[in-house]
């Protein structure tokens, strides 16, 4: 039976693993032996898997320390956001004292509803046609901020800071989590200033008296009549008053003090009506719909039991989950062509999966001497789908896919390969660390397991020099 982890949160114990697991594949190099105390139960599910991994991470010796630092991270982004929301509010309604401040007694209806709004449905915009991929600006700037929080001196440890930052990027890329949260801070603070601006508006307004002008130099009154009518039409639906014919030739005289009280209540009405069903209601409704996508993706959100660190443990009773070795494992459906009819031009250097203390890019590659250099080690599904994209886009005439020969191959690995060979005209794979007496072992498992999905025995490559120097004359 599997105890329930005592964690605050399942976000924080998700994190905690992440963390253990980019720490373990780094000082383990890749290599995952079980103690006694590691067995897997038999029969285990994989959701019971998956919470047997979460207790195991809390029962690690550094777990205590992360929790701690992670506890400083939180702590960080609440205080961030507490930062990012009060300043919102203080911009809002001080961008609303611009136009009504205590020397002003004329309010320009056109400059002022620009003022308020435009610059609200401008970012909107962007974050509609683009920027909600990558959460808005704010959003951003509260993610990066977060980063680069002073945290005394559990900050000089840059290596702790730098893999629980790292496994927090990782779940938040894991399933769209991190755009959908970066968007609802972005669209929080945002709500947040338009309903200042409103509220200081209105205090504004029921405190003082104003008056309300058009003016123009090169415009025509018909310009602005069908203007402020048109405008008015969707908040007239909700009971905000529309400035007649009368009161529109009012506001373009010019004559402050020949306004009726009536016409500066329609005035106010407009100003009021538009800043609510305008800007105010569209960034509600994308404030809900990310806030709703936040809180279902962070419940669905699980670990990858396919990443190295994970996919390395094994049941008792011998049956692999995520990594199998090549007695286990049948051949894969898909297979690389034997020969390609993709025209490709360049050359193309990827690494997949490459633990420490592998340097990537390889010392020994010359600047410049790869068409297409993958400089960032390709290891996330969302990395491993750029990577594809990128080289659809552009298909090299050889690639020299580089894979760390100390891990197992596994399914997924082989099957991404076959994917990458679609994408170039020739395919090789490097095999890196391949010294000593396990590493042979792990070398014929993967001759085996590359073997079978088609790649010639030509094309699997050990010795750095040959591999660099084919990739390169390409070039």
């Known amino acids: 039976m599997i105890n329930r982890t005592t964690t605050a949160s399942r976000f924080e114990a998700l994190w905690l693993a992440e963390t253990i697991r980019l720490q373990e ?80 007694r004329s309010v320009n209806v056109i400059w002022t509803l620009i003022g308020l709004i435009g610059v609200h449905f401008l970012a909107l915009l962007l974050w509609l ?8 600006i704010l959003g951003r700037l509260w993610f990066w901020g977060i980063a680069h929080w002073p945290r005394g001196r559990q900050q000089r440890d840059f290596g702790i800071e730098g893999k629980l930052a790292k496994a927090l990027a990782r779940l938040m890329q894991a399933n769209g989590l991190g755009q959908w949260t970066l968007s609802s801070i972005t669209h929080s603070a945002w709500l947040l200033a338009l309903l200042a601006s409103l509220g200081t508006m209105l205090l504004a307004l029921s405190l003082r008296s104003y008056s309300f002008v058009l003016e123009t130099t090169i415009l025509s009154e018909g310009v602005f009549g069908d203007f402020v009518v048109g405008f008015a039409y969707l908040p007239s639906l909700l009971g905000f008053a529309v400035p007649d014919s009368t009161m529109i030739a009012s506001a373009l005289s010019g004559d402050a003090l020949a306004q009726p009280e009536l016409a500066r209540r329609a005035w106010a009405s407009w100003l009021s009506g538009g800043l609510i069903v305008y800007a105010i209601l569209p960034r509600f409704l994308v404030w809900a719909i990310s806030l709703l996508r936040f809180l279902v993706l962070r419940s669905r959100l699980h670990l990858d039991l396919s990443e190295p660190g994970f996919a390395e443990f094994t ?3 011998g049956q692999s989950r995520g990594v199998v070795d090549a007695a286990n494992m049948p051949p894969p459906v898909l297979q690389i062509a034997a020969q390609h009819q993709l025209q490709g031009q360049g050359s193309a250097l990827l690494g997949l999966e490459l633990g420490a203390p592998l340097q990537w890019p390889p010392r020994g590659l010359a600047p410049g001497s ?59 794979v490097w095999l890196l660390q391949v010294e000593g007496q396990e590493a042979s072992v792990r070398l014929a498992l993967w001759q085996e397991n590359l073997a079978r999905i088609g790649l010639p025995p030509a094309a ?6 040959d591999a660099l120097a084919w990739v390169t004359n390409d070039a």
Request: aromatic share 6%.
């Open 460 to 465: 699997i490559m050990t010795v750095e020099a």
């Open 129 to 136: 046609f683009g920027g909600r991929l990558s959460g808005g």
């Open 25 to 104: 594949l780094e000082s383990r190099s890749g290599q995952y032996p079980l103690s006694a105390s590691e067995q897997l139960p038999a029969a285990l599910q994989e959701a019971e898997l998956e919470q047997w991994l979460l207790q195991r991470a809390q029962q690690q010796p550094q777990a205590q320390g992360l929790r701690e630092r992670m506890q400083a991270w939180t702590h960080s982004a609440r205080l961030l956001l507490l930062i990012l929301l009060a300043f919102a509010i203080i911009s809002g309604a001080g961008a609303a004292f611009g136009f009504f401040g205590s020397d002003i």
């Open 315 to 317: 049941r008792s009773n």
């Open 370 to 428: 790869v068409g297409k250099l993958f400089t960032e080690v390709v290891e996330s599904r969302e990395q491993r789908r750029m990577a594809l994209q990128a080289l659809r886009e552009r298909p090299p005439r050889v690639l020299l896919v580089a894979c760390d020969a100390r891990l197992s191959p596994d399914r997924g690995s082989m099957n991404y390969l076959v994917e990458l060979s679609n994408c170039a005209s020739e395919i090789r």
